[in-house]
């Protein structure tokens, strides 16, 4: 793994570049982070707009407790019981999956889901990537049909709401466990959460003093999977980080690597949901591990690694 945080260059909002591999010397700041983000939301397709707002309905739906698209025939509620329903996330995410299976197999199907959501997170902010990944986007939803494309909207309204809920948890780790995807086939054997939870607290330095001195830390995992244990550390981090008053969002760089191009997007969306800078590489860390002169084809950089802070630091380490 290379000294990352020494190797920190300038990055356009226009660029997509991991902190180890930007050309030194670029000083281009012709447009600002403000003008950027309202040229991405005007180039954002009419597919991506219309499932952005058919999610706003499932969200919507949640706080009566059942989605709207697929609501189900109303029951007597027993006397004495309060109308209001809790919505078990996970519960509806597995009902909204087993839809999708009467057609195709489970594995296509999340395979297919983990693709397209990670798809519809990374293009509206990385522009380098998007003519590709709005390709792959759209030759993977059309492998379904009318009824069945609106049930991927839910399943990834439904993911956001479980984390929302509970944040520190591998949501879609646990999700491949129980539907039985880490099959010796797929060769996919997630490490427990709370064991994850144990292994950071043993691990985690004193960090604010080390954030005070550096700005920000680097968490990195060359075998990443789902990314429970990168979680786990984060939010390790994150309350050392708030006992010192200080946001972990703006403190705390995650670079990740794994062979298996569907976990390692699972670690992108749930990285990308917690709204952690980071940046995940789909190759062998042992054959391809991250150097200077990756190419960033298979680099999937998170929401918040384009936000002013990170890239404003990015700047400064130019210099």
């Not at 000294?3 to 030194?24: C, G, Y």
């Not at 005070?212 to 390790?236: F, S, V």
Request: hydrophobic share 40%.
């Amino acid at each position: 793994m290379p000294d990352i945080a020494s190797k920190v260059n300038v990055l356009r909002l226009e660029e997509t570049a991991p902190f180890h591999q930007l050309p030194k010397g670029e000083k281009h700041m012709e447009t600002s982070n403000k003008r950027y983000r309202e040229k991405l939301v005007q180039q954002i397709p009419k597919h991506i707009a219309d499932n952005l707002k058919y999610g706003e309905n499932v969200a919507e739906g949640f706080k009566k407790g059942v989605s709207k698209v697929s609501e189900k025939p109303n029951r007597k509620k027993p006397a004495g019981k309060n109308s209001e329903k809790h919505l078990d996330a996970r519960k509806e995410f597995l009902r909204v999956f087993r839809q999708l299976t009467y057609r195709h197999r489970s594995w296509d199907v999340w395979s297919d889901f983990i693709i397209m959501f990670a798809c519809a997170l990374s293009n509206p902010v990385d522009k380098n990537h998007f003519d590709e990944r709005e390709a792959l986007y759209l030759r993977t939803i059309k492998k379904y049909n009318k009824q069945e494309q609106p049930l991927f909207s839910e399943l990834a309204a439904y993911t956001v709401v479980a984390l929302e809920e509970n944040q520190e948890q591998d949501f879609l780790g646990s999700i491949y466990t129980e539907l039985g995807l880490n099959s010796k086939e797929h060769e996919q054997i997630f490490t427990p959460y709370h064991v994850c939870e144990l292994m950071a607290e043993i691990t985690m330095e004193d960090i604010v003093e080390k954030v005070k001195k550096d700005r920000y830390i680097t968490l990195n995992d060359p075998c990443c999977g789902a990314g429970a244990t990168l979680i786990a550390g984060i939010h390790a981090a994150r309350k050392r980080l708030e006992k010192a008053n200080l946001n972990y969002q703006n403190h705390i760089l995650v670079a990740a690597q794994d062979i298996d191009m569907v976990v390692a997007l699972m670690c992108y969306i749930q990285l990308s949901l917690l709204g952690v800078a980071a940046y995940i590489k789909v190759g062998n860390s042992l054959t391809e591990p991250m150097t200077e002169n990756d190419s960033l084809d298979n680099y999937w950089f998170t929401m918040m690694y384009f936000s002013d802070i990170w890239s404003m630091r990015r700047l400064l380490r130019s210099l």
